[in-house]
């Protein structure tokens, strides 16, 4: 009698064991394909390099569900062909754009100035963007209290020729998912969308 109380006892350790083991393997797929689900942030841009140089500006983003990210950089390539008169050069622009989706390989897709004048236009509002104010709590009565918006896109504006008032260099990043910073990074992607395809443009810099 005792034998077969002791092996029923050991039956039900051992069911309960598996079990166990089941609800923690249960546990760990979930963990992973959630995590799996997720995707990357996109590289900042800087370390990417065209023609032998380094993008001066860009712009990425990242979902508030971690399914997608991206980010665009802009080259400058300055050249001699079709510059104002008196002019030794003009600036093209070669901009580079990085598509991340959970579960999907990479897509790397380019343009230029010459074929999507926006680029342009974009980069001379990204030169007059009033970047954010720093704001402490505490030093100002009333407090000014920030607005906070928990979903929506995350969008970081970045540039590497940025200059102080004294002309000095500097380095600029600012973020954010609501206000004029992803207001401008929506505008940026909806501008440019119909630009984009896969061949790298060749470099057309300017030796003097």
């Known amino acids: 009698m005792r034998e077969q109380l002791y092996a029923v006892s050991l039956c039900a350790a051992l069911a309960f064991a598996s079990c166990a083991n089941a609800t923690v393997l249960s546990q760990t797929t979930d963990s992973q394909a959630r995590q799996q689900a997720r995707v990357a942030p996109a590289e900042s841009g800087d370390d990417v390099l065209w023609n032998h140089r380094s993008p001066s500006l860009g712009w990425r983003w990242r979902d508030a569900f971690q399914t997608l990210s991206g980010s665009v950089s802009i080259y400058f390539d300055p050249t001699s062909e079709g510059a104002p008169e008196g002019q030794p050069t003009r600036l093209r622009l070669v901009a580079r754009q990085l598509d991340r989706h959970a579960g999907k390989p990479d897509q790397i897709s380019w343009t230029d100035s010459d074929r999507c004048p926006t680029l342009l236009r974009l980069v001379q509002e990204f030169q007059s963007f009033t ?9 100002t009565w009333p407090p000014e209290f920030p607005v906070i918006v928990l979903d929506g896109t995350s969008w970081t504006l970045w540039s590497s020729t940025a200059q102080q008032a004294e002309r000095y260099p500097a380095y600029v990043e600012f973020s954010s998912n609501a206000g004029a910073i992803a207001d401008w990074g929506i505008a940026a992607r909806n501008a440019t969308e119909g630009c984009w395809e896969r061949q790298e443009p060749p470099g ?5």
């Open 131 to 139: 970047p954010p104010r720093t704001v402490i709590p505490g030093m």
């Open 204 to 208: 057309r810099t300017h030796s003097s």
